[in-house]
């Protein structure tokens, strides 16, 4: 895997990632790490991908989170044109493709992203693993619609699901090396087994209240 420049690890370590603490636990600093992480991956990849820009897209994805989850992708863009720290690592021209690439990583995106490290960090971020998915969309239903009774939080959970990774969902993926694909058509087949998808939020469910007692 890539190196990246120690210097800029450490100042994301100590003033961006613990950023990710203030946010829902579908979005706390292990998940920021994990798209560090799989971004480095893919980008060992791709020959013309500085590391550095992509380690700094990745770290600071998120954090336009502390607006709400709406606009947070553009947000996240304007911290990172408000920072003048990377002025220590990036010139003006490289801020701008950190800017671009965190605007252009949301999954309901318009428009396919405007450089590889959008690509990238937008792959990354999908993170398609069936069983963390699920788990997220719990979490995420639970810390933002507690006034929901059960019923209502599966209804949530599955119509959340269904419009993102269904057949003809708004789930673009744009890395054609990625493992996404295989796990996306695992995700759909949970998907289209209603009474093991219900299942499976049920279980969830339970393991979040019993980890919040």
Known sequence: MQSVDPTLVAYAEAEIIPRYLGFDKAHHPDHVRTVIRESLRLASRCPDADPDLVYAVAAYHDTGLVAGRERHHLVSGQIVSADATLRRWFDKRQ???????????????????RSIYGKIVAEADRIIDPQTTLRRTVQYGLEHFPELDAE??????????????????????????????????????????????????????LEEHRNGE
Do not use: M
Request: contains cysteine; neutral net charge; glycine residues 2%.
């Open 95 to 113: 801020i701008d493709l950190i800017r671009e690439a965190v605007e252009d990583h949301r999954a309901s995106s318009d428009h396919e992203p």
């Open 152 to 205: 209502e939080q599966y209804a949530r959970f599955r119509r959340h699901l269904q419009a993102k990774y269904a057949e003809g969902g708004y789930l673009k993926l744009w890395i054609p090396f990625s493992s996404n694909a295989v796990r996306l058509q695992e995700l759909r087949l949970l998907l289209a087994d209603e009474p093991r998808l219900r299942a499976t939020f049920a279980a969830l469910c």
